[in-house]
């Protein structure tokens, strides 16, 4: 797939318009918001020329909104708006406007081109490579969708301020994962970083180095059949608190439950690779505070067993997990037996009291 | 774009088979057909392994069904049986069933694989080279698709038996136009060819060698921005008779058209770059033979340069046609006056008395 294009800057409005001005031949702009973004984002970009210009297609917003419906209003607005072969979408809001929107993209006339410019912090991590868009359809979730690279992505931290924190924490989980999956120094420039009173530039710095680590793994390995599998670290008994919560009708955010996830992975690490105990304590510590501790009880291990095994990820029925001997020293398809695991939940429950 | 592997065969089943053996790692086999090829094509498949084992999705037949309920349908089908980003669709059928089959396996996951098996000439020509897979949307022909590449094409004659002659005229019409811009000995071959009576193993080596012009010329120019538009020939004056015919409600064949097209355009060939009158008077008699006469008087003239005008190939409101100095010898981009084009109207109607 071809690379989209990565703009680090917080001078949005200028970097926009570069971006727009680079790309030849357009014919008309339309610009993709959900009713947040229409009211908190949109007006921050009155200087953008690109903008100006464009007719304006609003969404709910809302993982809900993520839908054929959505998708189909899209099109119909693009195709009222006398949208050609030659015209832009720029995408400006969270995960559902830069995945549906670049589907809607992908899908119109074959495919039209378009530019994401992420307003969350996990918008812009997950956007920022890959090319997947889509939509969720019947309760699955991406089910409909293309892999389709954008002119450019514009990643920016200016808009941050205005999330819920709970949501800047989701996207800074997905950043200490890549941390992990680097460097001792990288964990602790994040662990180090306050997420109350934000440095936008050092937070662009941040964010910079999270996207070159996801950039090289999933260059180093386009198929998923290798190393980027790394990229899973913290997701196997992540995803298995978020189900359990779920069920429970007591939802936590997908940003928490890596978070927790990411201990207690760590933990697995030390028991099987002997991951130093002293990085783990550090870890450990700075999620809780962040994140506070995964609401569960010895009682539930049976089902997070349970759901782990059925993760997608695991073949066989056999829990796997990525591992790390150290910071930046990955093991993937590490087949873990249910007393180790329930090991590390043990160990994971003392640590984050 | 990925190139599709092309299979000219008249042993279907086996063909089929072998092509699906040689993708890798299936999990499952989907075939989606329409009530007419599930009637008359599917049964005389009985010897396909492939398709024993595959669950079959059956649409309407029709070009009314290549809208997004259907598209919904198949999504909904092929969730239904389980299928994961390793299932195989196989789409037999016309043209709807290739573009719209194509496009709900391009959008599946983010992308499944398909091969495609088209049962009528026109979807044989169109659906093997090009990868265009997609709906029409609102009124728009293929408003919404994708570029997506079939892992196979299997291209046999043996299913046009099944189709009224109108249909089978309609794609030889696309055969000629390939012909013409190859050269004089490759038009004689299909004129001198017996529709009447076919015989399926000479149509099948006429179909590769007409195959084989458009994947040159598309491969040559895969942007569209020039020696592609020789494609075109026929067409900006085969449209023009379509869209008059279809305005008064008395619509005719799409390939009809652009016969009609053919003889006009080379008219103009013969006025502008000296296209020898002896080869033009030839290919006048068999399309007359074979297509008739476009229903038009001279007072349908001015209807008709209109509709030339507005022609998405054309610009500036300018007539644009693809010409031939002879037969294989293409002139791209010639401007053409109401006068000329009037001129050569007359000529057309003379000859096809």
Known sequence: MERQQLIFSNSVAAALDGAVAAINGVSSRFVLVDSNTERLVLPRLGASQAIAGARVI????????KCLDTLAAVWNELQDGGATRSSLLINLGGGVVTDLGGFAAASFKRGIRFINVPTTLLAAVDAAVGGKTGINYRGMKNEIGAFAPACAVLLS???????????LRSGFAEMIKHAMLTGERDVDALLDFDLAAIDNERLLLLLRDSVAVKRRIVDEDPLEQGIRRALNLGHTAGHAFESLALERHRPVPHGYAVAWGLVVET????????FPSDALYRLASAIKELYGCAPVTCDDYPQLLHLMRHDKKSRHGEINCTLLRNYGDIAIDNAIDDDTLSAALDIYRDLSE
């Open 58 to 65: 609003t969404i709910p917003a809302g993982d809900e909104a």
């Open 267 to 274: 933990v697995l690490s030390h028991l099987k690779l002997q």
């Open 157 to 167: 931290t200016i808009f941050f301020d205005s999330l819920p924190a709970t949501e």
